[in-house]
């Protein structure tokens, strides 16, 4: 007999938010079903999703395990920020993302941000919102990085827990793998409460971008 999973069980299971995973559900790209309203996944369906996607991509063959290197995220595109609202700190990071030679069209950022969050909030806990999306108009992954020194106002959160660190991700539609990998990093790394206490107590872009890249 298959198991079954919720969305939450398979966020967490992906390590992802749930809004991810929904968004994966409606549009068809994750096997699943609906009761009434609620999503429902086989276990079995969903392990062999993620293996085809690890599998199947020869470009995310190449990626390091720890796929938030470098290259995705620079100590340019951290931004430390003593107060702000929820709506500041999206607009600020699709600036700093667009000045990425990977992002050709801020707009289409923009609006792919805001849409997805109008889906549910990407504050997955622990302090940590981590908005994300794929769009056409993105040529590879990238990522930019907000550290708000008082809790961000207006950002909703799983745990109900204020947030302070935002992880903004951008990719093309194609890039599954090297996508979840990111925000499997970037949510391991900061469920480590030492490590977001040393992020949020620091102004230097350096140093938390030293603590977010993966060892190369």
């Known amino acids: 007999m298959h198991e079954i999973m919720t969305i939450e ?9 749930e809004r991810t995973v929904y968004d ?13 309203t609620t999503w429902r996944f086989k276990r079995n369906d969903v392990e062999n999703w993620v293996n085809s996607r ?11 395990s720890g796929a938030t290197s470098s290259a995705t995220l620079t100590a340019e595109r951290v931004l430390i920020i003593e107060e702000a609202d929820k709506n500041t700190v999206l607009r600020r990071l699709v ?23 109008e889906l549910m909030s ?5 302090g940590v919102g981590v908005p994300h999306v794929r769009i056409d108009s993105v040529t590879d992954l990238v ?8 809790p961000i106002a207006g950002y909703s ?11 903004m991700l951008a990719a093309r539609p194609d890039q599954h793998a090297k996508y979840i ?31 977010l890249i993966a060892t190369e």
């Open 9 to 17: 069980e398979v966020a967490a299971y992906m390590r992802v938010s």
């Open 143 to 150: 990522m930019a990085v907000a550290v708000c020194k008082r």
């Open 95 to 117: 600036d700093l993302l667009a000045e990425s030679p990977f992002v050709h069209n801020r707009d289409d950022l923009l609006n792919g941000i805001f849409a997805r969050e």
């Open 122 to 126: 990407t504050g997955i806990g622990f």
């Open 181 to 211: 990998r990111a925000l499997s990093t970037v949510s391991s790394r900061l469920k480590d409460a030492e490590t977001r206490k040393l992020i949020v107590a620091s102004d230097n872009p350096s140093f938390i971008h030293s603590q």
């Open 54 to 64: 690890l599998s199947s991509k020869p470009v995310a063959a190449k990626v390091k």
């Open 157 to 167: 959160s799983l745990d109900n827990e204020p947030v302070q660190i935002v992880c």
């Open 24 to 36: 994966w559900a409606q549009k068809g790209d994750l096997p699943g079903g609906k009761l009434g």
